[in-house]
Structures are given as C-alpha cells and as structure tokens.
C-alpha cells in the first residue's frame, strides 16, 4: 500500500542533476552538449564549470556530437550526454543507439553513456515539444527510464555508475522544480488503475483528485523504468483490483512504448491495459492545434467514459 | 588528379631504412596472402558471411603500421589488413570469418565488424562513417593517439563532415586515413562529388594532403603529419576485387604489389623480399591448412 502523502526531498530535481554532474566531473567524468554555458544552464541543471573540468560545449553538429560521445564512453570517461530537447534527439540518438547499445552484444566491449534527454509538455511546435522516448526503448542494449523526482533520479543514476551499458534518462522540464517523491497510491478497491509515466505523472495525480470528488476510485502506480520494464507485483495487484482494468498515460506518441508496456502487463493480467497518450498528429504552433500530453481534464474524460461504459 | 604516382616525391624510397621497408612488405605479404585464402575459403563456400576484401589495398595499412605505432584503431568493414598489419591475431580472424565461436569477435562480427581489444581496435557498427566521430570522442578522451580510416563514400556522410570540424576544434589527436578507391560499392567518385577532401579537411584547418598509395610515400607523409595531429591523409588506391565477395571486373588502375616490389628490388632488397614472401605464403597456408578442405600444409 503507498503512503497517501508526497514525500519531501532535501533538493528538488535540478538541484540533484546538478550536483550529480558535478560530482562526476569531479571525478574523471565528463558532460557534453549544446549552448550549454549560457540561457540558465539547461533549467538549472548544470555546474558552472569548465572544458578542463570536463564540461565540454559542442557544436551544432547533432548527428556527429552523438559519435563523440560514444568515444568519450569508450575511452572510459562514462560522458553525460545533454541533449535539451527530445524532440532534437532523432538525430543525437543514431551513434548512442547504432554503436553504444550495441557495444556490449557484439564485441563485449562496454560503452556507458548517460543521456539526458529533456521532454516538455507542448507550446513549442511540432518538433520540440512532447516526450519521444519510444526512440530510445525500441533499441536492445539500452536502459531507459524516466525520473520525476530527485531520488529517482539518484537510483537511476547509481544503477548506471554500478553498470557497463548505456542509459537514457528521459527527464521532464516539468520535474525541475520537484524537491519531493512521488509514492504510488494503491486502493484495496479501485475503479481503475493509472500507470503514467514522466510529466503525465503529475497530470494524473491532478485528475485522481478530481474523479474521487465524482465517486470514482484510481490506483497510480508510476512507471520510472520503460526498459527494462518488469511487470512488478505492485503493477499487478492494483490492476487485479480495478474494476475497469488499467490505463497507460504517456507524453510520447501513443503508438510508442506506452502500448508495449500496456501489451506487458495485459499478458500477465485478464485485464485490459488501455494507453492515452500524444495523439498521431503532428503539433502546430498554435494553441488550438498543439499535442499535449493528455491534461487532467482529457484523463478525467476518458476515465468517465469507460467507467459507464463498463458499469 | 587520380593517378598511381599521384603526390610522389623523388628519392624517398632511398631514404627508408631498410628494417622499415622489409617490416611494410612483410605486412603488405601478410595481408596479401591472407585475402587470397579467404577469397578461396569464400569461394569454396566456408563463409556464410558477406566479405570484404582488402586486396590490392593492402599498402595503405602496412605503411600505417610501421610509421603510426600503436594508436587506438577505429576502422570500418573494409578491414581485415588493417586489423592484421597492427599485429591482430590472423588465427582469430580466420575463425571468424569462418563463424566459430574462437573467432576475434565469437562471430558476432563477420568480415565487417571485427575487433581487438590485445591492438586496441574497436569493431565498426556497419554504419559507414561512425568510426570517425567516435574515434574523435575516443581520441579526446583517453588523449591517446587515434587512427580513423574511412573511404571515400564514408567521407562524404554528414556526421564524418561535421566530425572533421569537431576534431579541429577540439583538437583530438587523430590521424584520419580516406582508403580512396573512387568507388562507393561500383559508383565512382566524379558521379557522387565535385570536391576533394583534402581539400575540406584544410578548410576544416586540419593539414591535409592528398597521395598515392606508394607505401614509402604514406609512410614520409605519416610521420610528418602525426607530429602535430588531428590531420588527414587522402590516400589513391585501386581495389583489386569487387566491393563485397570474391568478383572482378579485370585488372586494377594499378597493381601496387607489383610495384612494390619493383622498388625493393631497385633497393637491392630483392632477396628478402623473396624470402619474404615464402615464409609468409607458408605461414599462410599452415594456418589455413586444416580449415580448407583438400589444402596441403
Ligand atoms: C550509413 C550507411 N549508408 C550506406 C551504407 C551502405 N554501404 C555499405 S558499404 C558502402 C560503400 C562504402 O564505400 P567506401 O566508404 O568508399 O568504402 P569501400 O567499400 O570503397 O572500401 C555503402 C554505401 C552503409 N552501410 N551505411
Ligand atoms: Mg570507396
């Protein structure tokens, strides 16, 4: 059973990145990526520090810039690749994904790169807004997750300092102001079970609040590993208690990883796993026409209906 | 531009000791020999594997090996002389390419993808192009002296464009090696590009130059360069066969072997090189001999 109240941390999220980063760098590691010295240090989640402390400025050069991370990794210096916006990383991604994930498979070679791919929520356009992990999670060899909270982002980081492989740290502009922790919140009776994933996290707590002022009953079990993904004991027992089976709420496209993981846990379940996510539509710039992550409001919605639906 | 004698300077060969001239045909051999028995395992249907011959550029590797010790390699599929003119372990590429598990890279590898931790070689991902970036990455990293062979349709991706700039921003200790066969599988150069890069290598402010395949020359060019790296080395060469498999569409532009040898027996090498060449067709034949069905060791 979670605890009812969130948790409070000694830092929030922006705060832990960065001393983070700065304890690598101090320590043989180095971070490397765009404009990153200037415009708030990547929201806060950089060290003042210099190329000689191993906070490496790049060029433009996205698809090449990958590559070279993927060196840094093989010459041992575990690089935290910054890429500022998830939507850039179809192109930072080609190397990590073609050389590094692979590394350990076919040469038993290991290449430990940290990326840290920043999602938002929308207001940006077609090609910068939204999470787009499901490039990262459909690759083997590589491990993705997506922390919210500052100490979900210190295990994923001690799992990848303990490992040989190449990490993705799916993170979330909205998580930067996070100093607390988000534990699940599990009813013996359910009406419904919510699994959502980074910045639909918050969304979802938002829209529990609301459908339980209605007589509606949501689990939230929060999904902070995308891969691998374990379909662990907790996901289960929520689901086997919810009336109306399960829901997968994503900041990504919904025919992306949201549906494997929903796929995941129907396969151990007689449940139906149902995904709301991005819509398969590009965004436009203009308010009416953006792709957000579904709102609380649209949760709220879907949730509604399926309850009388399946009453 | 394109010539057998491109960049040539006179009396170099004279000025080669005669322990490196002997150390580069000794590998050149190697190489040579060792492509021949792959060709007949190939050809005998012992690979299950596409190929990837070095025949007829063999030089490039051999002159590499003896002026450019011991760097961290990052080649691409085209590499099986690279691989053995740095001292890789010819046992183990035979096994792979004959996909036992014994092989350099437990067969995960083929011809295109081998590697060497014992000569610091890492494997090519089959994505023409990645090594340069990364052997970048590598280079500036473990600031350890880095070979980046690539050929010239590799050159011309994107990212090994972009990554020349990174390296002379950075300056990573690289030296970059374009094996220039003017082919990108059977298309020529003319009909891909009207630039020569070398010439974006300078522009790129790494120093460049741009030569034949004549191993004393490589070697002259190797050693000045590598004195102040990144630099880049566009280097004519002519593949003896096709791009994948055993094929051939007729004589080479030019048989460097020949004329290798030629410029040895000029130095008055030519019993060596003789002796050379024995020895290492029997090394050659004694390693291969129980793997070839029907082969005398
Ligand atoms: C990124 C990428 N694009 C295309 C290919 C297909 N391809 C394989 S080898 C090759 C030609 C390579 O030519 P070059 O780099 O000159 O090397 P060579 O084969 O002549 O030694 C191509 C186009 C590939 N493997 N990777
Ligand atoms: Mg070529």
């Known amino acids: 059973m979670g605890t009812k109240t969130a948790r409070r941390a000694t830092m929030t999220v922006a705060e832990k990145i960065k001393e983070l980063t700065r304890n690598h760098l101090k320590n043989d590691g180095v971070a490397l990526g765009q404009c990153l010295t200037a415009v708030g240090w990547v929201g806060g989640t950089v060290p003042d520090m210099t190329e000689e402390e191993g906070l490496i400025e790049l060029s433009m050069a996205d698809v090449a810039a990958g590559g070279f991370a993927v060196g840094l990794a093989l010459a041992g210096r575990r690089p935290i690749y910054i890429v500022r916006y998830q939507g850039f990383q179809q192109f930072n991604s080609i190397i990590p994904l073609s050389y590094a994930a692979k590394s350990n498979n076919i040469w038993d070679v290991s290449c430990p790169i940290f990326i840290r791919s920043i999602g938002m929520d929308g207001g940006i356009g077609p090609v910068a807004s939204g999470s787009h992990h499901s490039i990262f999670t459909r690759m083997p060899g590589i491990k993705v997750f997506a922390p919210m909270t500052p100490g979900e982002y210190q295990r994923g980081w001690d799992r990848f300092m303990e490992d040989d492989t190449p990490y993705c740290a799916s993170e979330h502009r909205r998580s930067f102001s996070i100093d607390y922790e988000m534990p699940n919140r599990i009813h013996p009776q359910a009406d419904i079970t919510l699994y959502p994933i980074s910045s639909t996290r918050l969304n979802a707590l938002e829209a529990a609040a609301t459908l339980e002022s209605e007589g509606i009953v949501c689990n939230i079990v929060h999904l902070l590993w995308l891969k691998p993904f374990f379909v662990s004991e907790t996901i289960l027992s929520a689901l086997s208690g919810s009336r109306h089976g399960g829901l997968v709420l994503d900041g990504d496209f919904e025919n992306g990883v949201a549906k494997c993981l929903a796929y995941d846990i129907m396969q151990q379940s007689d449940k139906n796993v149902r995904v709301l996510a991005l819509e398969e539509r590009s965004a436009g710039f203009a308010p009416h026409l953006d792709n957000l992550p579904p709102t609380p409001q649209k949760i709220c919605e879907y949730v509604r209906k399926l309850v009388q639906q399946t009453r | 531009m394109r010539s057998k004698d491109y960049g040539l300077l006179p009396g170099l060969t004279a000025k080669c000791s005669r322990e490196d001239t002997l150390a580069m045909f000794s590998k050149v051999c190697f190489s040579r020999f060792f492509e021949f028995k792959v060709k007949e395992a190939a050809e005998k249907k012992l690979i299950k594997c596409p190929i990837y011959l070095s025949l007829g550029q063999e030089s490039i590797s051999s002159a590499l090996a003896v002026a450019f010790p011991n760097p961290a390699i990052f080649g691409q599929h085209r590499c099986h002389d690279l691989y053995l003119a740095y001292g890789g372990d010819p046992t183990a590429l035979r096994d792979e390419l004959l996909h036992r598990p014994t092989g350099c890279t437990s067969g995960m590898g083929g011809s295109a993808s081998i590697h060497s931790p014992a000569i610091k070689m890492f494997g090519h991902d089959g994505f023409m192009g990645t090594q340069v970036p990364i052997a970048i990455g590598y280079a500036f990293g473990a600031g350890q002296r880095t070979l980046a062979v690539m050929g010239d349709a ?85 593949r003896a066969v096709w791009h994948a498999g055993t094929g051939c569409d007729g004589p080479p532009e030019w048989d460097r072997f020949s004329l290798i040898k030629e410029e040895v027996a000029r130095l008055g090498l030519q019993r060596e090189a003789e002796d050379i060449e024995i020895e290492t067709q029997d090394k050659i034949s004694l390693l291969w001999a129980q793997k070839l069905p029907g082969e005398q060791p």
């Not at chain 2, 009909?191 to 741009?210: D, G, I, P, T, Y």
């Not at chain 2, 191993?215 to 630099?231: D, F, G, N, V």
Request: contains cysteine.
């Open chain 2, 154 to 238: 590799s050159a011309e991706e994107d990212y090994v464009l972009a990554a020349l700039g990174l390296a002379s921003t950075k300056k990573a200790p690289v030296l970059f090696v374009c094996a220039d066969n003017n082919l990108s599988i059977l298309t020529e150069k003319k009909v891909r590009r009207n630039w020569h890069m070398a010439e974006v290598a300078s522009a790129f402010k790494l120093r460049a130059v741009e030569i034949t395949d004549d191993p004393w020359l490589i070697m002259h060019q190797t050693r000045i360069l590598s004195q102040e790296l990144p630099a880049f080395m566009n280097i004519h060469t002519a």
